[in-house]
């Protein structure tokens, strides 16, 4: 069973659309998964990322990034005029591709570098100060009294 229904999650769970259709769309991707060009993901960082998909044949003026609505979408298109050339083999595809990336909420792109057949896409997660773990200071009832004795200690008379 390759294929997962997440129908009974809407019924069940409000907010939760957008995680539903995620876990759609990988389950989904699974089957039809483009191969070309491959490419890593790497941890960088406790909060970095990078993308480096191998783009061997292209140039950085053939290759494009965009960042979309939360997606990533890398496509390479070759201008090369191959009319001219005979391959007697031909085992670098420098055939047009698109890959799209679909990225977490608060994740960034820092910055592209094409380096000796890479392209390095950099990523970044920066969370709001909201989102951010901080302290709670825990009151206990005697600095509570405490302070109502110290404010209230002489009753004004009028």
Sequence with gaps: MRRFDPTPL??????????ADMLDRVMS??????????YN?????ENAYRISIAVAGFSADDLSVEVKENALLVAGRSTEDE????????GI???????????????????ARHVD??????LARELPEALKP????????QAADRTLVEGSAQPQAA
Excluded: C, N, W
């Design 83 to 90: 009319s001219e050339r005979s391959f007697l083999h031909r």
């Design 10 to 19: 809407y019924r069940a769970t409000i907010g939760f659309d957008r995680m």
């Design 134 to 141: 901080r302290q709670i200071a825990i009151e206990t009832q």
């Design 29 to 38: 991707a699974d089957i039809q998964a483009p191969s070309y060009p491959p």
């Design 41 to 45: 993901i790497e941890k960088t960082d």
């Design 93 to 111: 595809a420098t055939r047009a591709f698109e890959r799209r990336f679909h990225l977490a909420d608060h994740v960034r792109v820092t910055g």
């Design 117 to 122: 057949g890479m392209l390095h896409i950099d």
